[in-house]
């Protein structure tokens, strides 16, 4: 079964600050990598989704990137905002009904 | 706007009773999935539905019950045999599975009192 890994589990940064945020999968025969973002008490928010035949995502100061042959996207967000703040999640689908996802990398932006 | 409406909001719940969550979708997606959140835990699967008048059992399928009588509505029951529910719940909707992602609906926190 799919397990995903998120690190870190959470990262404070100062406003303006570049960062990365990793996602780990162990079973690289997916379809696509969604990146999703929560905040405190709300559903899911998609920010980003790459299909397996692409390497890259791009939506404004967001970056995600697959590699499927290590098990690995990052989510890159530029110049970071306080409201960037909120729970960051990953998950890949293998055309199966079953999503695994991670426990999330909790962000925080230091204004 | 297409969308998954989840209501309602809050909700509380006395021992002993069955609540339903509602859930609705406009997105014409011909899947549907029920998720529990828990602090500290990643989202765990409860029941899903491929098509209409079929479901199928998550990882945490026991005191839940589910129906999919029409394509947009999957509503989730807690019954009483739940002897934990209170959680963030959430619903989800897809095309397919594991190719064009997954759309999220707002919620539901369910609270035993």
């Known amino acids: 079964k799919q397990e995903v890994t998120q690190i870190p589990a959470a990262l404070s940064v100062p406003e303006g600050e570049n960062l990365v945020l990793n996602c780990s999968f162990t079973d690289s025969a997916i379809y696509n990598l969604q990146w999703f973002r929560q905040d405190p008490g709300k559903g899911l928010t998609s920010l980003l989704l790459?299909?397996?035949?692409?390497r890259e995502q791009t939506s404004g100061r967001l970056n995600a990137s697959l590699d499927k042959s290590s098990g690995r996207s990052t989510l890159y967000i530029a110049a970071s905002q306080p409201g960037d703040s909120a729970t960051y999640l990953c998950?890949?689908?293998?055309?199966?009904?079953?999503?695994?996802f991670g426990k999330g990398t909790k962000l925080s932006v230091i204004p | 706007d297409g969308g998954i409406t989840q209501s309602p909001k809050y909700l509380f719940r006395k021992e002993g009773q069955n609540v339903t969550l509602s859930c609705e979708q406009n997105l014409n997606h011909d899947a549907m999935y029920w998720y529990r959140q828990d602090p500290g835990q990643g989202l765990r699967l409860i029941y899903y539905s491929q098509i209409v008048n079929d479901f199928q059992k998550g990882d945490i399928a026991e005191g839940y019950s589910v129906s999919r009588e029409k394509k947009e509505s999957f509503p989730l029951t807690v019954t009483s045999a739940q002897k934990n529910p209170t959680a963030f719940y959430l619903c989800?909707?897809?095309?397919?599975?594991?190719?064009?992602?997954?759309?999220f609906g707002s919620g539901t926190r369910l609270t035993v009192v």
């Open positions: 998950t890949g689908g293998a055309g199966s009904y079953q999503l695994t």
């Open positions: 790459i299909q397996s035949s692409q």
């Open positions: 989800a909707s897809s095309v397919e599975p594991g190719h064009y992602g997954y759309t």
